[in-house]
Nanobody, 115 residues
């Protein structure tokens, strides 16, 4: 079993920034790390991805505002969120795709963008 733990959510004003972190317990350097979010009453949606070879991909709605990175030395991935909007308010989930083991989800962290 691979544990995935997110941190860094909170309340921020529109236009502000937050950084989310995601730590995994095993095989981090081989894993693709993905971020998803889910707002109340809506389906979970893809936000960003960073592969094991550092290729990144973003949802159109966050491109240019969010940046995903990884640090294999401490087995963490980060999602830097800038120019936040009220529509970014969601529970953000980290997902680890571990070769040979499958997909593993974190418990989610709340991000609220409000004045």
């Amino acid at each position: 079993q691979v544990q995935v733990v997110e941190s860094g959510g909170g309340l921020v004003q529109p236009g502000g920034s937050l950084r989310l972190s995601c730590a995994t317990s095993k095989s981090f350097d081989q894993s693709a790390m993905r971020w998803f979010r889910q707002a109340p009453g809506k389906q979970r949606e893809f936000v960003a991805l960073i592969t094991a070879d550092y290729t990144t991909h973003y949802a159109t709605s966050v491109k240019g505002r969010f940046s995903v990175s990884r640090n294999n030395a401490n087995s963490t991935a980060e999602l830097q969120m800038n120019s936040l909007k009220p529509d970014d308010t969601s529970v953000y989930f980290c997902n680890a795709v571990v070769p040979g083991r499958g997909e593993f989800w974190g418990q989610g962290t709340q991000v609220t963008v409000s004045a």
